[in-house]
Every structure is written in structure tokens, then in C-alpha cells.
């Protein structure tokens, strides 16, 4: 496809995202200066929920990396797939995506945070299995669904308990809830669903997987958005259930464990890109780490270190994808030599794989120098910390020289650098790494700073220089393990690569419990659904007799006087002598048609007492469905074979009647209570000044049990479309 030919309309989600990162942009010296805008609609005022909003500090951090990384994601998804004609799906997913980020990021209502939640698990699943034609994309993508989604149900449950404990669905009003007894349960849940979310360990395997999704893709999955949803969560809720030791031991050891299993695994990895979703993995780890240590150095540095992480992982992403467009592969030993043919690729992505080995004076060196001073108390700490460090330096080094130094060597016959839309982004992403590394004070006012006092803590004082001292010593020896690490890369991944299948994982008990889910549901379906109409039904109607003669039992019959029964007319005894006199029938007959409109009797019966009672649309539909079951089974009994005559099936007979029974005694029963009118009253007083209708049954349908129709009405169409697919289908 030629430029002429390419549609402009591509680039208007990247330009509208742009938009809104101007937007959020203008509200950073206001936020800076402790302000908080608000807004709030009216959602469910009769539940007390609303959709609202709130920028602080965070939210606002958050907002503008979500907007800005997703204009230039958009620019860059606009040119890698020029061609393909995926391209409009792919940016509606990507912006519905951004939308639903950014909704959770801003909410201050708490069922409004959850449904933003529910989005991200949503539109990220369409995105990991965007090739949907390959096996291992749709595995990736299912996998990821299922652990983000119960990670969701976990953060329902939390939200409900929050907000019962807090007495508010605000998020700004929750308060500190660390003495509330229901905390250790509230905080047990937001952890399951902040680790499912952020790939934590041990559910941090589906991300390594969802590299399935195209590159860009990735690096807005890695770099701002879903998988920093969970680190958003803990900060977010850092004032209300943080600074306890149930915190601190439950955040620690997970995010130093993903830390070390991120960065050991990185090394093993061949492929570029994969190496990069590891060590995204190394980096959650270290932020969780870091929001469970607390303290005012600590979240600090959390939060510096998920702004610089946003922008080099964004920006090494990127350039992942340019190195394989231009040279053809993504695996670097079959990549050499590539500075002369694309330089423009190895000018981006050099300063971000800088920014991401901690070298001044790029912002990864602040953000470092924060991150040692934070765990330096701990020798421990400090010493996992400094390994996995190194081992994103060894990384660094591969993205930024395996591909470019050394001999020429690549799949592509004429390697180059790809188009202007594929360097911007990440060229744009590494000068603001470098920018704020520059300006570490700016970073301090405009972001870092709000970022740490809206997670409850005082800000700590960003700096290029801090001095000789144990942080500055542990940088020194970061770089110095890391070189010895990449001198030794290739060994190192043969050594891993011979390990890893003597090594548990995490993701073989997902696929036990996912296998013994699946054979579990089989065992179930086999035994339930044996393709037999009648036992459907034996089964239903044997379970409902269950339920109302329990029912009746635990709460007793209240008999209907009977002065009511002797009161009824001749006309009612007429209509209950024809439901008896066809249910006879049915019953005696031995032919199929006969049985058929002795039915087709019952159903006419009960439209006549719809008729004695004024429920003459009632009886209507009933007579008319009535009709056409009859007309219906009638006619699909002429083209069934010949099968003799009916026989008679105590069994069924013997349930029936105990069903009916009991459905009559039910109804006695209700007549023998004294009715109460408190909900008749209700619908008949709200029904105009809150619905906004005068026919009140119309209202209560569409209304006041809008949900129950909706879930009728889908039953409705469900069947229709199960029907037509049947009878569409000609089988001989």
C-alpha cells in the first residue's frame, strides 16, 4: 500500500489521545500545588453510586502516562500495521482500551473503579489474542482472562467490604481502616487482585505469555497501563490498609520473588522482546517491593521508578519492533552489525536501554539512587535488589549492542530503518528519560512529588547527585555485575535453557487446575446432558418439587378459608373442570396428536381464568402461544416416524403429580396469607416521579425489573438464533 492510498483517518485516535494528554497536562500546576479536581454524575442515586472522578497526584501521573505512551502507541500501531486490514479493529480496541485505563486510574467511586477493572481484564483479552488465528495467542489470551477475572471478582468483594467499613463508596473518603476488623480480609483480597493484575508471584506466568499480542501491544500493556493497575491499586490504597506488618509481610516476599524470577528469566531469553516481558515482571516486583517497605524514601522511589519504567520500557518496546521490521528478527544472536544500516533505530534505542541500566544522567539513575537509599537498611533487600539490578543492566546491554555491534548479520537481505511514524514514540519516550534525569527537581514538583502524597506518603528529594555513599557504591557494583553478566549472556541462557525444565513452575499448577476444571465439566456434562428432552425436564421439574414442598415445609401452610372456595362460581368450576378434563386425557391418550391438543386445552383454561380476572392482554398472549404449540407439534409430528402408541410411564406420572401438588398447595397457601400491599403501593407512588411513566406495569418491566426482562428477553433471542442455526443446517 502506497502513502497515497493509506487511509489519514489512522492517525485521528493517535491526534484525539494527544488531545487528551494536553487536557491532563494542563492541570499539572494545579494538581502540583495540592488541588484535586472532581467530577461526579449521577449513576444510581438510589443506590448512592455515582460516576466519579478525581485527579491527584496519582491519578494525574498516571493519566498523563496513559495518554501520552497511548498517542504515541497509536501513532506507531498506525504505521506498523499500514497495510493490514486489522488495522481499524486493532485502534478501537487500543482506544477502548485507553478509556477503560484511564477510567480506573481517575475513579473516585468505588463501583466505578470496579467496572473500569472489569474493562481493562475485557479489551487487554481482545488484545493478547488480537492474531486470534494462532493457537498460542488464543491460549495466551484465555490465560490472561482467567487470572485477571478472578483477580476482579477478589477486588468485588474487597470494594464491598471497603466501603461497608468506611461507610462511603468514596474512594478520597475511605480514611485508615488498618484497625477495622474486617481489614486483614479487605487487604487479603486487594493483594489477589492488585498480584493478578500486576503479574505477581506466583500468578505472574500469564505475562510472559501475552507477548503473543503485537509489539506495540506490549509496550502499552508493559510500559503505563494494565499491568501497572495492580501497583496503581496498592498505592491507591496505601493511606487506608498500608503500614501494617500483614502489609509489609505480604508485599515484600511476593515482589522480591517476582523481582528475582523476572530478572533471572530475562537472561534466559533469546528473543528480544520476551527478554523485555520478563524484566517487566523484575520491575512490578521491585515497585511492590517498595510500596511494602513504605515509608517516605521507599514510596518515593516506587513512584519515580514506575514513571521511568514507563518510559524506557515504552520506548525499548518500540524499538524491539523497529529492529524487527528493519533487520527481520527479534532474536539477537541472529543480529549483528546493524548501527551503519539503521542508525536511527540504534540512536532511540540506546538511550532507553541507558535509562533502563541506571546510567547518569538519565532518570534511571535518580529513580536507582532512590531505590538502594530506600533498601539499604536491609542487607537482604539490598542484596536482591542489587542482583536483579545487574541483571537488567546484562538486559540493557543486549537490546542496545547485540543488535548493532559486532559483525553484520541479519535475516533481511537490505535491513533499514522503518518509517518516521515507528521512531517517534520511542525517540520521543528516551529524550524525556533523559530530560527529567536532567531536571530531576522537575520531576520532583510536577509528578514524583504529587505521586508520593497522594499514596500517603511525604515526598522524598529527588537528585542527579547525592553524594558519595552506600547507594552511589551499590550503583557502581550494579554496572560492574551487570558487564560481567552480559560478557557472559550466552552461557548463562544455555545454562538456564538446560535448567528450566527440572524447575517448577507456577504455571503447571494453573494447567492442573485448569485441566481438572475442564474434566470436571465434562464428567458433569456426560452425566447431565444426555441429549434426552425428557430428562431435561424430569430433572428441572423433579428439583422445583424439591424446592416448594421444602419451602412449604419450613414455613407452613396457611389454608385459604373455605368460605373462598365455596364462593367460586360456576363459570370457575367450568374452566377447572376443563384443565382437569385434558389433563386426563393426556394422561389416558396413546396417540401423539391427541395428547398434543389436550395441551393445547390446559393452556386455553388458564387464558380463561386470565379473562375472569381482567388480564385480558395476559390471556391473549397465553391463547395465542398456545395455538402455535399445538400448530407447531402437530406439524413436526407428520414428519417424525411412526413410534406405536404412547406408553404410560409411572415415573413421570408419579412426578407430575407431585409437582402439581405441591404447586397447588403453594398457591393455597398464598391465599391464605394476608396479602400484603406495601409493594403494589410503591410502584403505583414512584412510578411516575422516578421512572418517568404512567402505566405502571410497563414501568415495572422496563423499570423497576429491567434486568429480569433483558435476561427474558435474551433467553428469547438466544433460542431464535439456536433454532434458526438448527434449522439452517441440512443433515441427511
Same mark, same amino acid.
Do not use: N
Given at each position: 500500500m502506497t502513502d497515497a492510498t493509506v487511509p489519514s483517518w489512522r492517525l485521528l485516535p493517535a491526534a484525539a489521545s494527544?488531545?487528551?494528554?494536553?487536557?491532563?497536562?494542563?492541570?499539572?500546576?494545579?494538581?502540583?500545588?495540592?488541588?484535586?479536581?472532581?467530577?461526579?454524575?449521577?449513576?444510581?442515586?438510589?443506590?448512592?453510586?455515582?460516576?466519579?472522578?478525581?485527579?491527584?497526584?496519582?491519578?494525574?501521573?498516571?493519566?498523563?502516562?496513559?495518554?501520552?505512551?497511548g498517542a504515541l502507541v497509536l501513532l506507531y500501531t498506525a504505521t506498523y500495521f499500514r497495510g493490514d486490514r486489522r488495522l481499524r479493529s486493532l485502534l478501537a480496541t487500543l482506544v477502548a482500551f485507553e478509556l477503560a485505563m484511564l477510567g480506573v486510574v481517575t475513579a473516585d467511586d468505588l463501583v466505578t473503579l470496579f467496572v473500569f477493572w472489569e474493562a481493562t481484564t475485557v479489551t487487554s483479552w481482545l488484545l493478547v489474542g488480537f492474531d486470534h488465528e494462532r493457537a498460542a495467542a488464543r491460549a495466551a489470551a484465555l490465560q490472561a482472562l482467567v487470572v485477571t477475572a478472578a483477580g476482579g471478582l477478589a477486588l468485588l468483594a474487597a470494594l464491598m467490604l471497603m466501603g461497608a467499613a468506611a461507610g462511603t463508596a468514596r474512594l478520597s473518603g475511605l480514611g485508615a481502616l488498618q484497625a477495622d476488623p474486617a481489614c486483614p480480609v479487605i487487604l487479603g483480597l486487594v493483594v489477589v487482585a492488585a498480584f493478578a493484575k500486576s503479574a505477581q508471584w506466583p500468578l505472574h506466568f500469564w505475562l510472559p505469555n501475552a507477548m503473543a499480542a503485537p509489539t506495540p501491544v506490549s509496550a502499552y500493556l508493559h510500559s503505563a497501563t494494565m499491568v501497572k493497575a495492580g501497583v496503581y491499586l496498592l498505592a491507591r490504597l496505601?493511606?487506608?490498609?498500608?503500614?501494617?506488618?500483614?502489609?509489609?509481610?505480604?508485599?515484600?516476599?511476593?515482589?522480591?520473588?517476582?523481582?528475582?524470577?523476572?530478572?533471572?528469566?530475562?537472561?534466559?531469553?533469546?528473543?528480544?522482546?520476551?527478554?523485555?516481558?520478563?524484566?517487566?515482571?523484575?520491575?512490578?516486583?521491585?515497585?511492590?517491593?517498595?510500596?511494602?517497605?513504605?515509608?517516605?524514601?521507599?514510596?518515593?522511589?516506587?513512584?519515580?521508578?514506575?514513571?521511568?519504567?514507563?518510559?524506557?520500557?515504552?520506548?525499548?518496546?518500540?524499538?524491539?519492533?523497529?529492529?524487527?521490521?528493519?533487520?527481520?528478527?527479534?532474536?539477537?544472536?541472529?543480529?549483528?552489525?546493524?548501527?551503519?544500516?539503521?542508525?536511527?533505530?540504534?540512536?532511540?534505542?540506546?538511550?532507553?536501554?541507558?535509562?533502563?541500566?541506571?546510567?547518569?544522567?538519565?532518570?534511571?539513575?535518580v529513580a536507582k539512587e532512590l531505590v538502594?537509599? *530506600?533498601?539499604?537498611? &536491609? @542487607? $537482604?533487600?539490598? +542484596? #536482591?535488589?542489587? !542482583? =536483579?539490578?545487574? %541483571?537488567?543492566? /546484562?538486559?540493557?546491554?543486549?537490546?542496545?549492542?547485540?543488535?548493532?555491534?559486532?559483525?553484520?548479520?541479519?535475516?533481511?537481505?537490505?535491513?533499514?530503518?522503518?518509517?518516521?511514524?515507528?521512531?517517534?514514540?520511542?525517540?520521543?519516550?528516551?529524550?524525556?528519560?533523559?530530560?527529567?534525569?536532567?531536571?530531576?527537581?522537575?520531576?520532583?514538583?510536577?509528578?514524583?512529588?504529587?505521586?508520593?502524597?497522594?499514596?500517603?506518603?511525604?515526598?522524598?528529594?529527588? *537528585?542527579?547527585?547525592? &553524594? @558519595? $555513599?552506600?547507594? +552511589? #557504591?551499590?550503583? !557502581? =557494583?550494579?554496572? %560492574?555485575?551487570? /558487564?560481567?553478566?552480559?560478557?557472559?549472556?550466552?552461557?548463562?541462557?544455555?545454562?538456564?535453557?538446560?535448567?528450566?525444565?527440572?524447575?517448577?513452575?507456577?504455571?503447571?499448577?494453573?494447567?492442573?487446575?485448569?485441566?481438572?476444571?475442564?474434566?470436571?465439566?465434562?464428567?458433569?456434562?456426560?452425566?447431565?446432558?444426555?441429549?434426552?428432552?425428557?430428562?431435561?425436564?424430569?430433572?428441572?421439574?423433579?428439583?422445583?418439587?424439591?424446592?416448594?414442598?421444602?419451602?412449604?415445609?419450613?414455613? &407452613?401452610?396457611?389454608?385459604p378459608p373455605v368460605a373462598a372456595l365455596a364462593s367460586a362460581s360456576f363459570v370457575d368450576w367450568a374452566v377447572a373442570a376443563m384443565v382437569l378434563g385434558s389433563v386426563g386425557v393426556v394422561l389416558a391418550t396413546r396417540s401423539r396428536l391427541t395428547a398434543i391438543a389436550a395441551l393445547g386445552g390446559v393452556g386455553s383454561g388458564i387464558a380463561f381464568v386470565y379473562v375472569l380476572y381482567g388480564a385480558t392482554d395476559v390471556a391473549m398472549t397465553q391463547l395465542f402461544v398456545e395455538i402455535l404449540v399445538v400448530v407447531f407439534l402437530a406439524l413436526a409430528m407428520v414428519h417424525l416416524p411412526a413410534a406405536g402408541r404412547l406408553p404410560f410411564r409411572p415415573r413421570d406420572a408419579g412426578l407430575a403429580a407431585v409437582l402439581g401438588t405441591g404447586a397447588t398447595v403453594a398457591v393455597l397457601a398464598v391465599l391464605g396469607t394476608p396479602l400484603d400491599t406495601g409493594l403494589s403501593r410503591f410502584f403505583e407512588a414512584e412510578s411516575y416521579p422516578t421512572a418517568h411513566g404512567r402505566n405502571v406495569v410497563n414501568v415495572i418491566l422496563v423499570d423497576f425489573r429491567g434486568f429480569d426482562t433483558l435476561g427474558e428477553i435474551s433467553v428469547i433471542v438466544i433460542a431464535a438464533v439456536a433454532t434458526i442455526a438448527v434449522l439452517a443446517r441440512r443433515v441427511r
Open positions: 494527544g488531545l487528551g494528554f494536553a487536557a491532563f497536562a494542563a492541570l499539572v500546576p494545579e494538581v502540583a500545588a495540592g488541588a484535586a479536581p472532581e467530577l461526579s454524575l449521577p449513576w444510581v442515586p438510589a443506590l448512592g453510586v455515582s460516576a466519579a472522578f478525581r485527579v491527584d497526584g496519582l491519578g494525574l501521573a498516571f493519566a498523563l502516562l496513559v495518554t501520552g505512551i496505601s493511606p487506608a490498609l498500608g503500614g501494617t506488618a500483614l502489609w509489609q509481610g505480604l508485599l515484600v516476599p511476593a515482589g522480591a520473588a517476582t523481582m528475582l524470577i523476572g530478572a533471572v528469566w530475562a537472561l534466559r531469553q533469546a528473543d528480544l522482546k520476551l527478554m523485555l516481558a520478563w524484566t517487566t515482571l523484575m520491575a512490578l516486583g521491585l515497585t511492590t517491593l517498595l510500596l511494602g517497605v513504605g515509608g517516605a524514601e521507599a514510596v518515593t522511589a516506587a513512584m519515580a521508578f514506575l514513571l521511568v519504567h514507563a518510559l524506557y520500557k515504552a520506548a525499548l518496546f518500540l524499538g524491539v519492533g523497529m529492529i524487527e521490521t528493519g533487520a527481520g528478527s527479534r532474536q539477537y544472536p541472529d543480529l549483528g552489525g546493524l548501527r551503519r544500516a539503521m542508525p536511527a533505530t540504534a540512536a532511540v534505542v540506546a538511550p532507553a536501554a541507558a535509562a533502563m541500566a541506571g546510567v547518569p544522567p538519565f532518570l534511571g539513575f538502594y537509599g *530506600a533498601t539499604v537498611p &536491609g @542487607v $537482604g533487600l539490598t +542484596l #536482591a535488589v542489587l !542482583l =536483579a539490578s545487574a %541483571a537488567m543492566v /546484562a538486559c540493557a546491554g543486549a537490546v542496545a549492542l547485540r543488535p548493532f555491534a559486532g559483525p553484520a548479520r541479519h535475516p533481511a537481505a537490505l535491513p533499514k530503518d522503518p518509517r518516521w511514524g515507528l521512531r517517534l514514540g520511542p525517540l520521543v519516550l528516551a529524550v524525556l528519560g533523559l530530560g527529567f534525569g536532567l531536571a530531576p527537581a522537575l520531576a520532583e514538583a510536577w509528578l514524583v512529588g504529587p505521586m508520593a502524597r497522594a499514596a500517603g506518603s511525604t515526598p522524598a528529594h529527588l *537528585a542527579l547527585w547525592h &553524594g @558519595v $555513599g552506600a547507594p +552511589l #557504591a551499590l550503583s !557502581l =557494583a550494579t554496572w %560492574a555485575l551487570g /558487564a560481567a553478566l552480559y560478557l557472559r549472556l550466552d552461557r548463562l541462557r544455555a545454562r538456564l535453557s538446560a535448567a528450566e525444565p527440572r524447575l517448577p513452575r507456577a504455571e503447571a499448577a494453573y494447567a492442573a487446575a485448569f485441566a481438572g476444571l475442564l474434566a470436571a465439566a465434562r464428567t458433569v456434562t456426560a452425566a447431565t446432558q444426555t441429549g434426552r428432552a425428557t430428562s431435561y425436564l424430569r430433572a428441572s421439574f423433579a428439583t422445583l418439587a424439591v424446592l416448594i414442598w421444602g419451602a412449604l415445609a419450613a414455613g &407452613g401452610i396457611a389454608w
